[in-house]
């Protein structure tokens, strides 16, 4: 995919003085058009690309060099020579935008055969990996490449002698179906980047996949991002959609079919991610070890998703892993990993039922001895982003408090905590009412914005 670019500022030569109408330019076979599309598209590459994208399951934050390098790139306007009519900056606009929805077809799809070719084949020929680890890995991605072939052969069969399209609201709508296919896909990418997290401790993958990221072909990329574009590029489809909406007039024929074509896609991605959440819940939810039977929880079995999960550190400086699902908080302690084995997370304490919890935001402070959170530390330094989680009910009391590495992250467990007291609260009212049907489903936005918290904080915390 193409870097994000802030708009162009150059101007462009103004249009004959003979045009009556703001904004039409007269018929070219000048660098004009270029010139101006050039404007547009980079426009247009700010506003879609630098948008944040709904965040992935066990995703950790990249380094700057992860990113790719810059990509080449053409412009609509620099296929046309000329046309026999005119054409508005609004019409320009959208041609721009259509055409950067096939060309960012044509590139995936030779990412994606580029990631069969370099990095499947080669793995399994040397036997770095065996067959059915591979499999595991890359999932359903063959499958993928031939429905963008589709769709690209689609697009470029709707060009006309000009290079102009007139609709392609009823090319979506038709094609967008087939993406369904990725709700196997995504689900899948959960294990899958959990087990290539596992292998790369293996001397042989892990030289294999660095050799491979330092090749020119991959652009910087290493394989993990290569398995994640199909995922970006599924997000993209609306905000492309909508920017060739802008720019098409009331009287066209797209008027009517790319509002549909949105929700449609729109539909489709939020089922996925509810998949997708599903998936990992699973994942997680049997990577648990339970020391004793009342750890066994009915909310964990019953929870559908997790809201976030990520290292925390307790008072007496123990990193925990957490995990916030649906109607449960759980803490943690990583169980030492078998390289041959997934990852294991040993429950610490009882788990906390989320209609119970009660939730107190810790101001940062010097420590004080008055026996609150911040006493139990000593030290010069200032005790930062800390929460306090307890709760009361049908066990014991429990009161654990926690502390985030940043204030940044600190704020989105409280965000999440909040979300799932709410949520698990309605929801507990209203099940003695309702029919299993017609119980509360969890906010398909919930999906675009729970992120992983993958914490690891740099302040140590004594113990009291």
């Not at 404007?39 to 934050?61: G, K, N, V």
């Not at 007291?421 to 119980?439: F, I, L, N, Y």
């Amino acid at each position: 995919m193409q870097d994000s670019e802030g708009p162009c500022n150059k101007r462009v030569k103004p249009v004959d003085k003979s045009a009556s109408v703001t904004g039409i330019i007269t018929p070219v076979k000048t660098p004009a058009l270029k010139r101006l599309g050039q404007s547009i598209q980079r426009s247009i590459s700010f506003r879609t690309e630098a948008r944040p994208l709904p965040p992935m399951p066990i995703r950790a934050r990249q380094k700057a060099s992860s990113f790719p390098r810059r990509r080449s790139s053409q412009l609509w306007s620099d296929t046309v020579d000329s046309l026999s009519h005119e054409l508005s900056t609004k019409e320009i606009k959208r041609q721009e935008v259509i055409y950067e929805l096939t060309q960012g077809e044509k590139q995936l799809i030779e990412d994606l055969s580029l990631v069969k070719k370099v990095y499947y084949e080669p793995m399994l020929k040397l036997d770095i990996m065996t067959e059915s680890e591979l499999g595991q890995i890359f999932g359903t991605l063959d499958s993928l490449i031939p429905l963008h072939e589709d769709l690209l052969a689609r697009l470029e069969g709707l060009r006309g002698a000009e290079k102009t399209v007139q609709e392609v609201g009823p090319t979506m709508m038709d094609w967008f179906p087939c993406l369904e296919a990725y709700i196997t896909y995504c689900c899948n990418q959960v294990g899958a980047k959990a087990l290539l997290d596992q292998k790369k401790q293996d001397r042989r993958v892990e030289h294999f996949l660095r050799l491979c990221q330092e090749s020119s072909f991959s652009r910087k990329l290493d394989l993990w991002n290569f398995l994640d574009l199909p995922r970006s590029r599924l997000v993209k489809y609306p905000l492309l959609l909508k920017e060739i909406q802008k720019s098409t007039p009331p009287e066209h024929p797209d008027e009517e079919e790319l509002p549909q074509a949105i929700e449609l896609i729109q539909r489709i991605i939020t089922e996925v991610n509810l998949k997708t959440g599903e998936a990992e819940c699973q994942f997680y939810r049997r990577g648990l070890c339970y020391s004793e039977d009342s750890q066994r929880v009915p909310e964990i079995q019953a929870s559908r998703f997790l809201y976030c999960h990520g290292e925390l550190k307790s008072t007496k400086g123990q990193k925990l892993h957490v995990f916030l699902f649906e109607l449960v908080l759980v803490l943690t302690r990583p169980v030492a990993q078998d390289r041959e084995g997934p990852a294991q997370f040993q429950v610490y304490r009882q788990p906390l039922p989320a209609a119970h919890l009660h939730l107190e935001d810790l101001p940062d402070g010097e420590p004080s001895s008055s026996g609150s959170f911040r006493g139990a530390f000593t030290g010069n330094d200032k005790v930062k982003n800390c929460f306090r989680v307890s709760t009361t009910g049908r066990s014991k009391s429990q009161s654990h408090s926690l502390q985030a590495n940043d204030s940044f992250n600190k704020q989105q467990w409280i965000s999440c905590l909040r979300q799932a007291m709410v949520q698990s609260r309605d929801r507990q009212a209203q099940t003695s009412h309702c029919k299993p049907s017609e119980r509360l489903s969890p906010d398909p936005a919930l999906y675009n914005n729970i992120a992983e918290l993958n914490l690891n904080s740099d302040v140590e915390m004594p113990d009291t």
